[in-house]
C-alpha cells in the first residue's frame, strides 16, 4: 500500500471519527488519559478560586509557587514518563510469549525426544506433543507469576531519586527562585510565596513517584487505573480545601496541606495497583536499564528544560509587571494548560500504539495511527477554540471579583481560545515523535524553538507588557506545531518508510 508524507494528514479524513477498531482502541486510551490530564489542572483550578477569594495578592503569590513547582516537576518527571511509556509499551508489544511459538532450544528438545521413542512408538509426534506440553507450561507459569518489566523497576527508582531531590532543591532555594521570578524581597507577594511553595514542596517525591507510575500505565495502555487514582487524590484536595483555608484559617498553608495529601493518597492508590499486576523489584542491579533510561532521558530532559524555561520565563515576565497582572495571566494559563491537555490523552494514546507498531515493523499501521490521531487532534482544538471563546466571557468571575484582574483576563482570553488548535496540533506531535522514539529530534527542534521563542517573549513583552506575552506564546506553540509538521513531512528519521 503506497503512502507519502503529504497525505498523511489528510488520508481518510472522512472516517476521523470512525468507530472501527483503531478508533475504539484510540478512544479508550485517550479520553481516560484525557480526564486523568485535566485533573490536576483542574483541581489547582479550584485552587485558585479558593485562593483568590482570600485576596489579589495571595493569588498572585500562589500562581508564582505553583509555576515554579510546576516546570521543577515538568523538568525532572516529564522525560522518564515519556520514555518510560514507550519502552514498557515496547516491551509489552516484543516480550509476550506466544501461544504458536517455542525457542529453537526447545523445539529441539522435543525433536531429540521423538528420536528417543521412534522406535517404540512411532505414529507418536513427540516433538509436537512436548511443544503443547510446554506451551502450556509456560502458559500455566505465566498465569502464576507476575510480570516483570526493568522498565517499570527503572522508571520508579530513577522517580523515588528525583522526587527527593527536587524537594531538598525547592526548599532550600525557595527564596532565591522567588526572586529570580521578580518576587523581591520588598515584595507582599514574597511571604505567602515562600511558604506555600515550600510547603508544596514535601509533596515532590510523591508527585514524581505518582506520575512514573502513570508513564508504566501508559505504557500498558490502561489509562483508566491513573484516573481513578487522580480522581480520587483530586476530590480529597478539592473538600480538603475550604475545611483548612477557611474553617481552620490557614490560608494558603491549607491549600499546600491540601494539595500535598492528595498526591500521597494518588500515588499509593497507584503503586498498590501495580504491584498486583506487574513485580516492581528487580531480582538484582544489573537488570536495571538505567543507561537507556539516561541516553534516552537526557535527550528529552534538554526539551523539557527548553519548553519549561519559556513558560516559566511568561510568568516572571507577567510577576515582574505586578500582582494584578500576575493573578490575572495566573488565571488563563491554567486554563490555557488545563484545556491544551486534553490534546495530550490523544498523545498518549498516540504513543503507546505507535510505540508498538514500531517495535513489530509494522509501518502501514504506524501510518494509519499517526494520520488518524493528528486529524482527531486538529478537531479537539476548533472544539476547544470555540468553547473557551465563548464560556470564559460569563465564567471569569469564578476566578476573581477584582475588576482590576477581571479586566487583564478579558484581554488574555481570546488568546486562550485562538491558540487551541495550534496547541492540539504541538502535544500531538509530540506523542507520535514519543511513540517512534524519535527522542533526539524532539529534543533538537525544542531547543531552537525555545531559543527564538525567549527572544520573541522578551522583545514583545518590553513593547507590548501583558499582551505581548500571550502573543510570544503564541508564537512558541506555533513553532513547535510546525517542526512537527516539517519531521514527518519531510519523511526523516524513522518516518523515512513514508516515501515509499
Known amino acids: ?47 485558585t478560586a479558593f485562593i483568590g477569594q482570600i485576596g489579589p495578592v495571595e493569588l498572585a503569590a500562589v500562581g508564582v509557587a505553583i509555576a515554579v513547582f510546576n516546570q521543577a516537576s515538568r523538568i525532572a518527571i516529564f522525560p522518564l514518563v515519556s520514555v518510560t511509556t514507550s519502552f514498557v509499551a515496547e516491551e509489552d508489544a516484543t516480550c509476550q510469549v506466544p501461544t504458536n511459538e517455542l525457542t529453537n532450544l526447545e523445539l529441539e528438545k522435543g525433536i531429540r525426544k521423538e528420536e528417543e521413542m521412534k522406535e517404540l ?66 515584595s507582599p507577594m514574597l511571604s505567602p510565596a515562600q511558604k506555600y511553595m515550600t510547603l508544596r514542596s514535601l509533596g515532590a517525591p510523591a508527585v514524581l513517584l505518582s506520575l512514573a507510575s502513570q508513564g508504566v500505565f501508559r505504557g500498558f495502555r490502561d489509562t483508566k487505573t491513573p484516573l481513578y487514582a487522580t480522581v480520587v487524590g483530586d476530590a480529597i484536595n478539592i473538600i480538603l480545601d475550604p475545611i483548612l483555608m477557611f474553617i481552620f ?87 490555557w494548560l488545563a484545556t491544551s491537555l486534553l490534546a495530550d490523552g490523544l498523545a498518549i494514546a498516540g504513543q503507546a500504539i505507535l510505540a508498538g507498531a514500531f517495535a513489530k515493523g509494522e509501518h502501514d499501521k504506524a501510518r494509519i495511527i499517526a494520520s488518524r490521531v493528528l486529524q482527531l487532534g486538529f478537531v479537539l482544538g476548533l472544539i476547544l477554540s470555540i468553547v473557551l471563546g465563548v464560556g470564559l466571557q460569563f465564567t471569569s468571575r469564578l476566578f476573581t471579583e477584582d475588576p482590576r484582574v477581571m479586566q487583564l483576563m478579558h484581554i488574555g482570553i481570546p488568546f486562550v481560545a485562538v491558540t487551541q488548535p495550534i496547541n492540539s496540533m504541538a502535544f500531538v506531535f509530540d506523542g507520535i515523535n514519543f511513540g517512534a522514539s524519535d527522542f533526539a529530534y524532539s529534543a533538537y527542534s525544542m531547543v531552537f524553538v525555545a531559543i527564538l521563542s525567549i527572544f520573541v517573549l522578551l522583545i514583545l513583552s518590553a513593547t507590548y507588557g501583558f499582551v505581548g506575552i500571550w502573543i510570544g506564546l503564541t508564537i512558541y506553540m506555533a513553532l513547535r506545531m510546525i517542526a512537527g509538521f516539517w519531521r514527518i513531512g519531510t519523511a526523516r528519521g524513522p518516518w523515512s518508510f513514508l516515501r515509499s
Open 1 to 47: 500500500m503506497e503512502s507519502n508524507s503529504n497525505s498523511l494528514y489528510f488520508n481518510d479524513w472522512r472516517l476521523v471519527f470512525r468507530m472501527d477498531e483503531l478508533g475504539i482502541e484510540i478512544a479508550q486510551i485517550a479520553f481516560p488519559a484525557a480526564l486523568a490530564l485535566t485533573a490536576d489542572p483542574i483541581a489547582s483550578l479550584v485552587d
Open 249 to 335: 484559617k490557614l490560608g494558603v498553608t491549607g491549600a499546600a496541606i491540601a494539595h500535598i495529601s492528595s498526591q500521597y493518597l494518588i500515588v499509593c492508590i497507584l503503586l498498590w495497583k501495580l504491584s498486583t499486576q506487574v513485580q516492581l523489584l528487580p531480582t538484582s542491579i544489573k537488570e536495571l536499564g538505567f543507561d537507556r533510561f539516561l541516553k534516552s532521558g537526557f535527550l528529552l530532559l534538554a526539551r523539557v528544560i527548553a519548553v519549561t524555561f519559556c513558560v516559566t520565563l511568561s510568568a516572571s515576565l507577567a510577576a515582574r509587571q505586578g500582582a494584578i497582572p500576575m493573578a490575572a495571566f495566573q488565571i488563563c494559563l491554567q486554563v
Open 121 to 186: 512408538l512411532p505414529k507418536v509426534d513427540f516433538a509436537e506433543a512436548y511443544k503443547s506440553s510446554c506451551i502450556s507450561s509456560i502458559d500455566q507459569k505465566m498465569k502464576d507469576e507476575k510480570r516483570y518489566y526493568p522498565s517499570v523497576s527503572s522508571a520508579l527508582v530513577i522517580g523515588g531519586v528525583l522526587g527527593i531531590l527536587q524537594a531538598t532543591l525547592l526548599i532550600i532555594g525557595a527564596k532565591p527562585i522567588l526572586n529570580f521570578m521578580g518576587v523581591n524581597s520588598e
